[in-house]
């Protein structure tokens, strides 16, 4: 026989089954919607199981006044969208923790976060998908096959657009404005006259190699330029 598993609808907020996003988590069951009200929700948020988090686009705020990272994503297959995830008060954490594989973060805003917009660290398959970025940007650490799954596009840094290229050679890249620019096994090519200003790493080079930057402003950025085994 088949047995047909249907995912459960938890609500989160004002006059809500839930008025923390953690407490809806814990109570939660694997592959879950929670769905998260308009208002500002001041946590540290963990997801240790597979489930889906929506918030009320352009309405919803996660913050947090804690020395820790705002959303910590540790189980793999999750999504979220439709949050502003902001103000994160120390430079060693983050906006956004990823720690696993095969998640989807889409539609959402970062916003000041002192110490990275998303850190992602030793995970795969994860997808970025039009999402923003003021003060704030894109950090990962990792593998070059775990660099090379990662799937990011449609990113802006203060609305100029958040470039992840893979395998590109001999190749030049040229362009008055860019919010981060980022290169994943590439080699041989040539970025001139782009600027690029208040983001988490400016340019990266990730296993890029006899590549060169040219007549180029990066300005009030964390780190200007960022080379991992490049």
Same mark, same amino acid.
């Given at each position: *026989?088949?047995?047909?598993?249907?995912?459960?609808?938890l609500t989160?907020?004002?006059n809500?089954?839930f008025?923390?996003?953690?407490?809806a988590i814990?109570?939660?069951?694997?592959f879950d919607?929670?769905?998260v009200h $308009?208002?500002i929700y001041n946590e540290s948020?963990q997801?240790?199981k597979?489930? &889906?988090l929506y918030?009320?686009p352009g309405?919803?705020?996660?913050t947090n006044?804690?020395?820790n990272?705002?959303?910590?994503?540790?189980? &793999?297959? $999750?999504?979220i969208s439709?949050f502003?995830?902001?103000? $994160?008060?120390n430079?060693?954490?983050?906006g956004?923790? /990823?720690l696993?594989d095969?998640n989807?973060i889409?539609n +959402?805003? %970062? /916003?000041n +976060?002192?110490?990275?917009g998303?850190?992602?660290y030793?995970?795969?398959?994860?997808?970025?998908?039009?999402n923003? %970025?003021?003060?704030?940007?894109i950090c990962m650490?990792?593998?070059?096959?775990e660099?090379?799954?990662m &799937?990011?596009t449609?990113?802006?840094?203060?609305?100029?657009?958040?470039?992840?290229?893979?395998?590109?050679?001999s190749q030049?890249?040229?362009?008055s404005?860019?919010?981060?620019? /980022?290169?994943?096994?590439c080699?041989? *090519?040539?970025?001139? &006259?782009?600027t690029?200003?208040?983001t988490?790493q400016?340019?990266?080079?990730?296993?890029?190699s006899?590549?060169?930057?040219?007549d180029?402003i990066?300005?009030?950025?964390?780190?200007?330029?960022?080379l991992?085994?490049?």
């Amino acid at each position: *026989c088949m047995i047909q598993v249907t995912a459960d609808v938890l609500t989160v907020g004002p006059n809500q089954q839930f008025t923390s996003i953690q407490s809806a988590i814990d109570a939660a069951e694997h592959f879950d919607d929670i769905i998260v009200h $308009c208002g500002i929700y001041n946590e540290s948020i963990q997801i240790l199981k597979p489930l &889906n988090l929506y918030g009320e686009p352009g309405c919803t705020i996660l913050t947090n006044s804690f020395d820790n990272d705002i959303l910590t994503i540790s189980a &793999n297959n $999750c999504t979220i969208s439709g949050f502003t995830i902001k103000n $994160c008060i120390n430079e060693s954490y983050s906006g956004l923790y /990823i720690l696993s594989d095969g998640n989807t973060i889409i539609n +959402n805003n %970062f /916003i000041n +976060n002192s110490g990275w917009g998303i850190y992602i660290y030793h995970c795969s398959q994860n997808i970025l998908l039009n999402n923003s %970025f003021t003060n704030d940007g894109i950090c990962m650490v990792g593998t070059k096959d775990e660099w090379l799954s990662m &799937n990011v596009t449609g990113n802006t840094v203060h609305g100029n657009p958040l470039l992840w290229l893979k395998n590109h050679h001999s190749q030049t890249i040229h362009n008055s404005s860019i919010g981060q620019l /980022i290169l994943v096994n590439c080699t041989n *090519c040539l970025i001139e &006259n782009i600027t690029i200003s208040e983001t988490d790493q400016g340019i990266v080079f990730a296993y890029t190699s006899n590549s060169t930057i040219t007549d180029s402003i990066l300005q009030n950025c964390r780190f200007g330029i960022r080379l991992q085994y490049a």
